[in-house]
């Protein structure tokens, strides 16, 4: 099982990023996925999570600003980040709980190792 993670990296604020997260190793239809981030200091928090059929939730500091979607035919889960804040800075991690819908850290079942999200203000 893998879920690796891309498209962090350093960008002002109010700019965008695309986070992309692809998925190996089991059967990626079957799984909901959720974006999480943690900046340093702070709890990981639940970000922006979709399940099986593709309902989606976002957390209230993101509203209006993130998008959450997949691609069941690449196997891969994207996060839109637009209107960037200095308070987005965080490592940004994608995960997959098998086949109920979730988006606490405690729920999922597997992790990828992260891409860093760096808002210079």
């Known amino acids: 099982v893998q879920l690796v993670e891309s498209g962090g990296g350093l960008v002002q604020a109010g700019g965008s990023l695309r986070l992309s997260c692809a998925a190996s190793?089991?059967?990626?239809?079957?799984?909901?996925i959720g974006w999480f981030r943690q900046a340093p200091g702070k709890e990981r928090e639940g970000v922006s999570c979709?399940?099986?059929?593709?309902?989606?939730s976002n957390a209230d500091t993101v509203k209006g600003r993130f998008t959450i979607s997949r691609d069941n035919a690449k196997n891969t889960v994207y996060l839109q980040m637009n209107s960037l804040k200095p308070e987005d800075t965080a490592d940004y991690y994608c995960?997959?709980?098998?086949?109920?819908?979730?988006?606490?850290?405690?729920?999922?079942?597997?992790w990828g190792k992260g891409t860093a999200v760096t808002v210079s203000s």
């Open positions: 995960a997959a709980n098998y086949w109920t819908y979730s988006c606490t850290a405690r729920g999922m079942d597997y």
């Open positions: 190793g089991f059967t990626f239809g079957n799984y909901a």
């Open positions: 979709i399940s099986r059929t593709g309902t989606s």
